[in-house]
């Protein structure tokens, strides 16, 4: 995640992050992407049914009943395990994490266990009694996704009538005093959306918006050829941080961040550069302590069958399987050749990543995508829209 509007707005510092030690399970949420020791933030795809369709759906939901999701108590062991480990965050997601009729007995569970419960959603499923319950087990927050106004969302997700569930679910979650966020995924069909996102943040008073740059990854693989080209991610990244600074010099602002795509932050540090370099290094000191790119390290993920991955999207690579051992053993199992090396990916990129001046502060970028299109996860990423001239190592 790049915080556009911390770095780029100055409503973090570095110091903010130094005074908690930079210890994950100190540092309150805000900073939490600043820790140093980067315990795992670990999405857990709770159940793959889903009551939508959408068409860059990672997990390839269906509306359906499967068979080998993981029990509740299971799913209570999990959570056990990863508290004693030092997890931070559990972020209950799916398919639509709102089908598992256990889902607040879990959430809740992780909550007394002393970890953060956040969930992702399409909303849709929200009432007053579902936000209120939520709110009762002390979740943190709610990211519900919006793709575009009422005609492309609803075409995205493949169901009519899902852009106005998901604005009731927002209201519903607002009115229980929980906080929420939207959830936005750019593509070609969608990217003009974006100022209409930034409208409806200021129309409903939401706090947040993270703006998800496309991976191809589930049904999501279909979608290479309606990905941004470079330059019209370079013309959406200036878009999302010139609306940004909008709110926030008319007294309006909110947190935006891009995820996804690691590039994001050099880029943002070099036009801070020509803009104020003073905070531009301030903003190369918070990059640093981000690292970029956290796959298998600072973000992992645990499939509804319990199986173990380095993050969401890569589904198709697994470390383990928590029924037979716990996530926190697989976690730190060096013998695992893919583990120990996403641990040190810096080592082991190739071509022009190897070569990037920038590779400290991005991490070699999303290794799932690049593997998608060339076959080999240590490819450069070919979303990565920084010029030779950007990556050079002298300027």
């Keep these: 995640m790049i915080g556009i509007s911390k770095l780029y707005c100055g409503t973090v510092e570095p110091s903010d992050a130094l005074r908690y030690n930079r210890q994950s399970g100190q540092l309150p949420s805000h900073l939490l992407q600043f ?31 499967f068979e080998n999701e993981m029990t509740t108590e299971e799913g209570k062991a999990l959570i056990d395990d990863l508290s004693a480990f030092g997890s931070p965050v559990m972020l209950f997601s799916g398919g639509e994490p709102l089908m598992h009729e256990d889902l607040p007995e879990l959430a ?7 970890m953060r419960a956040v969930i992702s959603t399409n909303g849709t499923l929200i009432t007053p009694e579902k936000a209120r319950t939520l709110k009762a087990i002390g ?52 990217v003009g959306e974006i100022p209409k ?33 470079h330059d019209e991610t370079r013309k959406a990244v200036d878009l999302i941080v010139d609306r940004t600074r909008d709110l926030h010099d008319r007294g309006k602002p909110k947190e935006v961040l891009t995820v996804d795509n690691h590039a994001d932050g050099p880029y943002l540090y070099l036009r801070m550069c020509g803009e104020d370099p003073e905070r531009a290094k301030e903003v190369y000191e918070l990059l640093q302590m981000n690292e ?49 090396r996403l641990k040190e990916k810096k080592q082991f990129v190739t071509g022009r990543c190897a070569d ?40």
Aim: net charge neutral.
């Design 356 to 395: 990037c001046r920038w590779l400290d502060i991005c991490g070699g970028n999303f290794r799932v995508r690049a593997e998608a299109l060339t076959g080999d996860v240590w490819a450069p990423d070919p979303a990565c829209y920084l010029t030779d001239e950007e990556i050079a190592q002298s300027l």
């Design 292 to 340: 970029g790119n956290n796959s298998g390290r600072g973000i992992g993920c645990v499939s509804w069958d319990g199986e173990v991955y380095a993050d969401q999207f890569w589904r198709h690579h697994s470390f383990g399987n928590v029924r037979q051992r716990p996530f926190s053993e697989i976690w730190t199992d060096m013998s695992e050749p893919l583990m120990r």
């Design 108 to 114: 809740g569970y992780a909550v007394e266990k002393g």
């Design 139 to 190: 979740l943190s927050y709610v990211g519900i996704s919006i793709d575009g106004m009422e005609d492309i969302h609803d075409r995205f997700r493949a169901v009519k009538g899902a852009y106005k569930a998901a604005l009731e679910g927002i209201r519903n979650t607002q009115a229980a005093g929980i906080k929420v966020g939207l959830r936005f995924t750019i593509n070609r069909f969608n």
């Design 35 to 65: 820790s140093k020791d980067k315990k795992p933030v670990v999405v857990w795809n709770m159940t793959r049914r889903c009551n939508l369709k959408c068409v860059h759906c990672y997990a390839q939901a269906k509306n359906q009943v």
């Design 197 to 229: 996102v930034f409208d409806l943040l200021e129309e409903m008073e939401i706090p947040r918006v993270c703006f998800y740059h496309l991976v191809y990854a589930g049904r999501g693989s279909k979608l290479v050829n309606d990905d941004l080209s």
